[in-house]
């Protein structure tokens, strides 16, 4: 095949195939393989390809597909006779020029592993440091538009009543006012509550709504064990810890939106379902909020002792070496130890009166949840 003339079109018992790039009409064709690949179709124009212009393209087993940089993007030519593409092959010097080298490979791999790193990077080190600079800067209507929010999820998970009796209701606004005041929060507009739920938790929200649920007030036996679990809690909204987890968890999504004013969609229910549910807050935020908590108990002439007593009596025992590693907040036992050392005798008034810790207990009523 190799000693065809320069005039002679080179023959087949395959078929060649050629598509000019314009029509979508397959035409059979003969090749001359002369100066130029010169594609020739009965009863019409000749089309030359210079050799260093012409590509492999992708193609099937069995089948060599070409393109040309100088013809049309979508023009090909499909040889399928292995003798007459190996003639041409062999003419075609720049035929894989266009193929990524090993070391265009090792290029486009480092870069993606740069990328990745970069990714990594941003997730790891830039979004916590935006969410530490950004949190305690959120205004605090939005602050509050984000409490509203979540507090609407709150109530979908525990139910939307709010423990109503009078006399419970005085007696733990008085209780929180004192820790608030202490705390030197001078949110006016804090608002605070007890949910009938059997669980023993608690938690704040931005825009400073204090929830407690029944089921910790149950367990509670003195209000300095209640006082100290919201004093704990209370640190987590002087340090903008939930706004802090709110936008680390909510990414560029929560950041785009605070931008642009749209802060109480999706953003607000991952703060819910995930800050406030799962509690997740950092070790290091916890442990700055119970040295908050055993700063105000202090100030107000309290032991902070009651209400580590108080975690342990629910928790227990949670574990020990390396599950103190790992943990994402301090253990129980831990927090027992640390806050036995700040024991101290009263030095202040009681919190609540018998009778108000009596009222504050009864809030829900004496009926089944």
């Known amino acids: 095949m190799s000693e065809l003339s320069n005039e002679a079109p080179a023959q087949s018992a395959k078929s060649t195939i050629f ?6 009409r397959k035409r059979q064709v003969a090749l001359t393989l002369g100066d130029a690949l010169e594609i020739l179709e009965e009863g019409g124009a000749s089309v030359r390809w210079a050799y260093a212009d012409i590509r492999r393209a992708d193609s099937p087993g069995g089948v060599l597909r070409l393109a040309c940089t100088t013809a049309p993007s979508l023009a090909r030519l499909e040889i399928r006779d292995a003798l007459l593409a190996s003639d041409v092959t062999a003419r075609c010097v720049r035929l894989d020029e266009h193929q990524t080298s090993r070391r265009g490979i090792a290029k486009v791999v480092g870069w993606s592993m740069a990328a990745a790193v970069s990714i990594v990077c941003v997730v790891v080190f830039g979004v916590p440091l935006a969410a530490d600079r950004l949190a305690p800067l959120v205004p605090k209507p939005i602050e509050r538009r984000i409490g509203d929010a979540s507090e ?20 733990f606004i008085k209780l929180v006012n004192r820790l608030r005041d202490a705390a030197g929060l001078d949110d006016d507009s804090m608002t605070a509550g007890v949910l009938p739920t059997p669980v023993p938790n608690a938690f704040a929200l931005p825009g400073g709504k204090v929830f407690v649920l029944k089921g910790l007030l149950d367990k509670a036996e003195s209000p300095d064990e209640l006082a100290g679990i919201l004093a704990h809690e209370l640190g987590h909204l002087k340090h903008h810890d939930n706004m802090r987890g709110l936008i680390y968890n909510g990414g560029t999504s929560f950041l785009i939106g605070l931008l642009f004013g749209d802060v109480t969609g999706s953003s607000a229910v991952i703060f819910a379902s995930r800050s406030v549910v799962e509690a997740s807050y950092s070790r290091e935020a916890e442990t700055a909020a119970d040295t908050f908590a055993i700063e105000i108990m202090h100030a107000l002439g309290r032991s902070p002792k009651p209400a580590a007593e108080l975690m342990f009596r629910i928790t227990g025992k949670e574990g020990g070496g390396l599950i103190t590693i790992l943990a994402s907040h301090p253990l129980t036992e831990d927090r027992l130890a640390r806050m036995t050392k700040e024991d101290r005798a009263a030095s202040g008034p009681p919190l609540l009166t018998d009778a108000e810790w009596q009222s504050l207990k009864g809030i829900c009523g004496s009926g089944k949840i």
């Open 19 to 24: 598509f000019d790039g314009v029509s979508s």
């Open 152 to 171: 609407v999820q709150v109530k979908t998970i525990f139910g939307p009543k709010v423990c109503e009796g009078a006399a419970g209701k005085a007696a």
